[in-house]
């Protein structure tokens, strides 16, 4: 994947030591019950980048042992920011809620009819609605599986859809779909992974300061978020071909 090169070995984003982090977090866990272990390892991919919260549920499930590790190094990990003077929003926090925007897609269409601060409340309120209920058909169907057998977070879908709404898709954001891609590959989040690589076409890279440091060419983001539309569109032709062909009678 030469996103990844790009955005770790090229570009030292620490997107790709929280990633890392977060796999290491839940390596263990689709073999056994979560433990301590789990929980400070997802307090290092948080203390790192805070989007690896997303995933304690999945990670820590209901282990009050897990969840009581990872809230403890949580806190350690912080000490040293409270003691310097605050404990400030995380930049990519603070930059969602605030005016700056790069890369947008869903979000640049509401941003266009309503109120920009309007627009990201709701597309906040959007991706928890989804992630509530990815959650809460995770916890329901944990409680009918075998102990041992819980599969990996759908990292994919859950990241997919914070990057559909968000204001600001940085190309080392897409790093958080990566491993779960890998699991999962379908058209659509492999598209996405080759895709944004055309957001670093920018005023700033192409010399032409009309579009600003970090304004792109009118054709960058409607060929972008289009070769990810149409790789979705076969995903969800060959799923409603493979649905007919399991449902006709024998």
Request: with cysteine; aromatic share 12%.
């Amino acid at each position: 994947c030469p996103l990844i090169l790009q955005c770790t070995y090229a570009s030292a984003h620490l997107d790709g030591l929280a990633v890392s982090l977060a796999v290491a977090a839940g390596a263990i866990a689709p073999r056994s019950h979560p433990t301590a272990r789990h929980g400070w390892w997802l307090a290092l991919a948080v203390g790192t980048r805070p989007f690896a919260i997303l995933l304690s549920p999945w990670l820590l499930q209901r282990s009050r042992v897990a969840w009581l590790h990872f809230c403890l190094g949580t806190v350690l990990l912080h000490v040293p920011v409270i003691l310097g003077g605050g404990w400030p929003l995380p930049p990519e926090v603070a930059s969602r809620l605030g005016g700056w925007e790069f890369n947008p897609s869903v979000y640049a269409w509401f941003a266009a009819i309503m109120d920009p601060v309007a627009a990201r409340w709701i597309l906040i309120g959007v991706f928890v609605l989804v992630w509530g209920r990815l959650v809460r058909r995770f916890l329901k169907a944990t409680d009918q599986r075998l102990p041992g057998s819980t599969p990996a977070p759908p990292g994919d879908v859950l990241f997919g859809t914070l990057w559909l709404v968000s204001p600001v898709v940085n190309p080392w954001y897409l790093l958080w779909m990566a491993p779960y891609v890998a699991l999962r590959p379908s058209g659509w989040s492999v598209a996405a992974l080759a895709a944004v690589a055309l957001s670093y076409v920018t005023g700033l890279r192409t010399g032409d300061y009309s579009l600003g440091a970090f304004g792109h060419p009118a054709w960058v983001r409607p060929v972008e978020y289009g070769l990810i539309a149409v790789a979705g569109g076969v995903d969800l032709l060959r799923w409603y071909r493979a649905r007919r062909v399991h449902s006709a009678p024998l």
